[in-house]
């Protein structure tokens, strides 16, 4: 067992037994870069975030050699981890390029002069593993007004090269930026008008219909 899987292993063994342990609080987004918001870029609204059941508690969750699922007592997340997501992609969005902006969608409205698409997450998946990897599994959909655009599943991974539960967060936030650099993408690539979707459906029904 290497040094990472160690590491992280004593401290979900210590968190059971120790009564004089300190408790660790993590913030998973580094918070928003200062930037001048560009009202002409198309916008990314983070309509909803929904996680899997297990995964609503401040303890982070840890997934031990044999498939179980632990909690670790004294390293917590510092905000319900739906939101705590939410917050890291529409920063790590925003801090990475300027053509899409993100926002929250109760914190935001659709501007009449850009195009807007909404988002909706759902998380399956999102810790530290026996075997030095940290995983954010799940699926999202994009939608432009109410009309859906595209839906996908992802399953991300990354290697963990050192120990402790604050680098474990930092990769987790990492496989966060990563996914919005992939909605980003795609979302580029949409149909921005209804108008567009249409001609654009148009067009597929002639290629296959003639």
Not at 5 to 18: A, D, K, M, W, Y
Not at 39 to 58: G, N, P
Not at 79 to 85: A, L, Q
Request: proline share 2%; net charge neutral; glycine share 4%.
């Amino acid at each position: 067992m290497n040094k990472v899987i160690l590491s992280l292993c004593l401290l979900v063994l210590v968190g059971c037994q120790s009564t004089s342990q300190s408790i660790n609080i993590f913030q998973l987004s580094k918070g928003p870069k200062p930037a001048q918001v560009d009202f002409s870029a198309k916008q990314l609204l983070i309509k909803r975030i929904a996680v899997v059941d297990y995964l609503k508690q401040s303890s982070i969750v840890f997934e031990q050699e044999n498939g179980e699922l632990v909690t670790t007592r004294y390293q917590l997340w510092a905000e319900p981890i739906d939101k705590g997501i939410s917050r890291s992609l529409i920063n790590d969005i925003n801090s990475s390029q300027s053509k899409i902006r993100a926002d929250e969608h109760h914190f935001s409205r659709c501007r009449a002069a850009s195009d807007c698409y909404t988002a909706e997450l759902y998380v399956e998946k999102f810790y530290p593993s026996h075997d030095s990897l940290v995983t954010f599994a799940g699926k999202y959909k994009l939608y432009l007004g109410d009309e859906l655009m595209a839906q996908h599943d992802f399953h991300l991974s990354k290697t963990l090269t050192d120990d402790g539960y604050a680098h474990a967060v930092e990769s987790l936030n990492s496989l966060v930026a990563q996914l919005g650099k992939t909605m980003v993408e795609q979302a580029s690539q949409l149909p921005s008008s209804a108008s567009e979707i249409v001609r654009t459906m148009c067009y597929y029904r002639r290629q296959f219909f003639s």
